[in-house]
Every structure is written in structure tokens, then in C-alpha cells.
């Protein structure tokens, strides 16, 4: 794939992004795409492997050489029919997904690897830049109707596929605006909302109907559904993680999800009433993963006065960890763009109390360092270090902490089934629930994951869902090509 010696010929290279001093001053994505024809030397770098692992770090089992070899070969309406029959929306997974089809790239256990989520943007945007990408309503309708909860990633490739295959589709979702938390979870520095509403236009068009502000099982009866012959829930895992210690209730700990959809509303038009703002504050996240990420960049932006990042794992080393061998998602540190913005990072802290003044407002909070205890057999133990005590300043905590799963609201008003985590129940074979009717998919189902396991989970579902109602599916399994995209 690619050109035999491109490996050897070319460097790996990288968007360029917006310096840091102008990208903080708006809610602009910040990356400066490639020329045309640096990006297919790019996609000339993709060795013939032989067996190329990439496909299996990834999800969705893109076929990730034969891309890059259309790319190499300047035929970018192939590389998009290609990259279209695996993943519904690559302009998602080629600005969110953390590549892991990259970690187990061959040539990345000798050199830098292909750039293979670089190549998946660049592929989409030329599709949408040309006009190729259309809709395209199936040729005939089913009869059937389906109802899918929750308009996120999961929900979305749900949708897409069932309708590719003749059914009716009607997607609920609870917010004002299609998209999950790629809505309003992640930032529009990281994924402009106009990327969201030119898929959807397009979904709208091949014939999915959307209504927004409807939330099954509060505003909007359950037993409404049963107006559908089949349900898929992809509501995804929004329960989330709290600090149980003292000062947990006052004024300035918030969580990260609310903080974000904040500024995302805002940035809209829309007004927020007591809108969290960050601006001449000490601000410190609370939580390493990339919505702690997402904090610290927005907290630059509104012109925090200082940004902390606290993580109670230890630091992570520059390079691939011996435990995490290739072609495994390796350990390692991982410097975001919102980090380069200005953080201080801290690891193995842990925080006990928030301290607030005589009106509940917080003015600091207290931590101690900590070490983590390793024993074969056994469950890691942590451990405070006596003496390591510390008073940190701040007016504003954001908790970035993760989310333990789904809410339990349809669970129990459907009679569905839960796991030990809160997770819907069904296997990763049929994402049927006890209800036969009834499927799942995406983080409601396996928990909090990734945006490429969402779309994943979603073309899957749709697949058993076509197979229950009619007998048999056309639908493509993982890594099959798919209906004609285009």
C-alpha cells in the first residue's frame, strides 16, 4: 500500500496549529490543515505490512491502507468511498478519536506512525468541500418503525444504518439540539458545531426524523413507544463522578459537563443565567482525562487567572510503558493542546476538603500527596504521604471525573436489566436486552468510552435490530463494506 519507499522518503507531519496567544482568544477550531499535496506523501508513508494492525486497533476495522493508498494516489473519491462503507462520520473521529488504530500502526514500532486520523479529516473535508457527500434515501420503506434515544454518536450511526436499510427512524433527544455530548460536551475549539449540523442536515434529508427536548420517561411517556416496533436506547453513561469530602456542596465546585455545555450555549447566542466563568480566577480541574483537558482549555479562554490540574495516578512516562507493548493503546504522557495553553500539572494528589468563607464561597482546598501500592494478585492500594499536606488557593474547582454510567430512569420504567456498574444489559453479539424489543448501544451499554466505540456499537445494534425485525440484514458486520455512501 502507499509507495514502497515512502516510509523511507518521507517525515511524518502534523497539522500546524494557530499560536496559542490567538486561538485563546475565540471558540475557533485552531488546526491549519495540510496542503493536498503534502497530505498524500502522508498517505505514501502507509508500508505494505503484510498484516496491518491498524485494523484491528481500530473499532470500526477501517480499512485503513486502502485509504491511504487512494490518498497516495491522489484518488480521494475512492480513499471517501472507502473511509464511508466502515465509519458514518469521520469528521468526528478524525478530530475526537485518540487514534488507537495509530498506536499499533507497524511502522510506528520504528518511526513516528502513519497519521491516520490527520488522513481521515482531511479525506471528509475534501468529500464535503467537492459536494460528494450526499443524501441518499433508501429506494423503499420497510413499514417498520424505530425509535432511538439519545442523538450521540451511537445514536446517530443507529439511525443512519436502519434507515440505509428501508426503516422508518425517529431519533429522541433530551437537549435542544442534536449531537450528544458532541454538542455540548466538547469544546467548539476542538469540533465546530456546523460540522454536527451538516451531517444532520443530511441524515434529515435520506429521511430521519429528529425532535428535540423530549425526554423519554419525563416529559414524554414510555408507553408511547410502543407505537415503534423496536427501541434502541443510546442514551450513553451521564451519571457522574463526585468528591464525597467536605465543602463538596459550595459555591465554586462545579462539575466539568456543566461548565463546558455552559460555554457552548454561549458561545451559540444562547443566554445562561449565572453562567460559571473562570475569568480572574485560580481555577484548578480535577481529573487528568480529556474533559479535564477540555476545562483548562475554556478556563484559558475566559481568562482564569491561574489553571491547576490535579491526577491521582502517578505520571506517566514520554514513552510506550512495558506493560502497554505494542500493538496495545500504550501508557504514556499525553500533552494536550489545552496543557500548551498553560497548566500546571500535578500528579498523585488527592483532595480532602474544599474551604469556604462565611457565605459558602470556596477560597481553597486541601490535598495530600499520595502513592500507589502494587502487589501481584491483588487490587492496587493508595496510600497518603504523612507531611505532604497542602493548601492550594482557588475560587473555582472543576470536577472532571469521569462518569460511573447510565441514568436508571428507562432501565426501570422498561424493565431492563443493569449490570454491577449501572450498564444496561446485553451482549456484544446481539446488544438485545431481556425486553426482546428492546436493544442497546454505545456507553448506556459498555460503559464510558470512546467516540469510535460509539459508532461502532451503533452500526453494530442496528445490524441485530434489522436481523430481529426482518429475519435477515443486508447491513455490514465490523470492517465490511457498506451500503454505497455516495
Known amino acids: 500500500m502507499g509507495k514502497v519507499t515512502g516510509f523511507k522518503e518521507f517525515e511524518r507531519q502534523d497539522e500546524a496549529n494557530v499560536s496559542v496567544k490567538k486561538r485563546v482568544q475565540n471558540y475557533k477550531e485552531f488546526?491549519?490543515?495540510?496542503?493536498?499535496?503534502?497530505?498524500?506523501?502522508?498517505?505514501?508513508?502507509?508500508?505494505?505490512?503484510?498484516?496491518?494492525?491498524?485494523?484491528?486497533?481500530c473499532p470500526l476495522g477501517n480499512l485503513i491502507p486502502d485509504f491511504n493508498d487512494m490518498v497516495h494516489k491522489g484518488e480521494w473519491k475512492k480513499a471517501l468511498e472507502i473511509l464511508h462503507s466502515t465509519n458514518n462520520f469521520p469528521e468526528f473521529t478524525g478530530r475526537l478519536c485518540p487514534a488507537p488504530c495509530e498506536q499499533s500502526c507497524v511502522l510506528g514500532i520504528i518511526n513516528p506512525p502513519i497519521s491516520i486520523e490527520q488522513l481521515e479529516k482531511s479525506i471528509i473535508e475534501k468529500g464535503f468541500s467537492e459536494g460528494w457527500i450526499t443524501a441518499i434515501p433508501p429506494e423503499k420503506r420497510t413499514g417498520k418503525k424505530?425509535?432511538?434515544?439519545?442523538?450521540?454518536?451511537?445514536?446517530?450511526?443507529?439511525?443512519?444504518?436502519?434507515?440505509?436499510?428501508?426503516?422508518?427512524?425517529?431519533?429522541?433527544?433530551?437537549?435542544?439540539?442534536?449531537?450528544?455530548?458532541?454538542?455540548?460536551?466538547?469544546?467548539?475549539?476542538?469540533?465546530?458545531?456546523?460540522?454536527?449540523?451538516?451531517?444532520?442536515?443530511?441524515?434529515?434529508?435520506?429521511?430521519?426524523?429528529?425532535?428535540?427536548?423530549?425526554?423519554?420517561?419525563?416529559?414524554?411517556?414510555?408507553?408511547?413507544?410502543?407505537?415503534?416496533?423496536?427501541?434502541?436506547?443510546?442514551?450513553?453513561?451521564?451519571?457522574?463522578?463526585?468528591?464525597?469530602?467536605?465543602?463538596?456542596?459550595?459555591?465554586?465546585?462545579?462539575?466539568?459537563?456543566d461548565f463546558l455545555t455552559q460555554q457552548t450555549k454561549v458561545v451559540f447566542g444562547q443566554e445562561v443565567?449565572?453562567?460559571?466563568?473562570?475569568?480572574?480566577?485560580?481555577?484548578?480541574?480535577?481529573?487528568?482525562?480529556?474533559?479535564?483537558?477540555?476545562?483548562?482549555?475554556?478556563?484559558?479562554?475566559?481568562?482564569?487567572?491561574?489553571?491547576?490540574?490535579?491526577?491521582?495516578?502517578?505520571?506517566?512516562?514520554?514513552?510506550?510503558?512495558?506493560?502497554?507493548?505494542?500493538?496495545?493503546?500504550?501508557?504514556?504522557?499525553?500533552?494536550?493542546?489545552?496543557?500548551?495553553?498553560?497548566?500546571?500539572?500535578?500528579w498523585l494528589i488527592s483532595t480532602k476538603e474544599f474551604v469556604t468563607d462565611a457565605k459558602g464561597n470556596l477560597t481553597a482546598l486541601k490535598t495530600v500527596e499520595v502513592e500507589w501500592i502494587y502487589k501481584q494478585g491483588e487490587r492496587p492500594t493508595l496510600n497518603e504521604i504523612p507531611g505532604t499536606e497542602k493548601t492550594w488557593p482557588c475560587e473555582l474547582v472543576l470536577l472532571a471525573l469521569g462518569f460511573t454510567g447510565p441514568e436508571s430512569t428507562l432501565s426501570e420504567k422498561l424493565g431492563i436489566e443493569t449490570d454491577f456498574r449501572s450498564n444496561y444489559k446485553a451482549s456484544a453479539t446481539e446488544y438485545q436486552t431481556n425486553v426482546p424489543h428492546i436493544f442497546t448501544a454505545g456507553d448506556m451499554r459498555r460503559g464510558q468510552s470512546l467516540i469510535v466505540w460509539a459508532i461502532s456499537e451503533g452500526r453494530e445494534a442496528a445490524r441485530k435490530v434489522d436481523e430481529y425485525l426482518m429475519g435477515y440484514s443486508n447491513l455490514p458486520t465490523k470492517g465490511e463494506g457498506d451500503l454505497p455512501p455516495m
Open 146 to 257: 424505530i425509535a432511538v434515544v439519545g442523538s450521540g454518536p451511537a445514536g446517530l450511526a443507529t439511525a443512519q444504518q436502519l434507515n440505509r436499510a428501508g426503516h422508518s427512524v425517529t431519533v429522541f433527544e433530551r437537549d435542544d439540539a442534536i449531537g450528544g455530548l458532541l454538542r455540548y460536551g466538547i469544546p467548539n475549539f476542538k469540533l465546530e458545531k456546523e460540522i454536527i449540523d451538516r451531517r444532520i442536515a443530511i441524515l434529515e434529508e435520506e429521511g430521519i426524523e429528529f425532535k428535540t427536548n423530549v425526554n423519554v420517561g419525563v416529559n414524554y411517556a414510555v408507553e408511547e413507544l410502543n407505537n415503534f416496533d423496536a427501541l434502541v436506547l443510546c442514551g450513553g453513561a451521564t451519571q457522574r463522578r463526585t468528591l464525597p469530602i467536605k465543602g463538596a456542596d459550595s459555591k465554586g465546585v462545579v462539575q466539568a459537563m
Open 31 to 57: 488546526t491549519i490543515p495540510l496542503k493536498t499535496e503534502d497530505i498524500e506523501k502522508q498517505g505514501s508513508r502507509c508500508m505494505d505490512c503484510g498484516i496491518p494492525f491498524c485494523h484491528s486497533g
Open 273 to 346: 443565567k449565572n453562567q460559571v466563568l473562570a475569568t480572574d480566577k485560580n481555577v484548578i480541574v480535577i481529573g487528568g482525562g480529556d474533559t479535564g483537558s477540555d476545562c483548562i482549555g475554556t478556563s484559558n479562554r475566559h481568562g482564569a487567572k491561574s489553571v491547576t490540574n490535579f491526577e491521582i495516578m502517578p505520571k506517566p512516562p514520554k514513552d510506550r510503558s512495558e506493560s502497554t507493548p505494542w500493538p496495545y493503546w500504550p501508557l504514556k504522557l499525553k500533552t494536550s493542546s489545552s496543557h500548551e495553553e498553560g497548566c500546571n500539572r500535578n
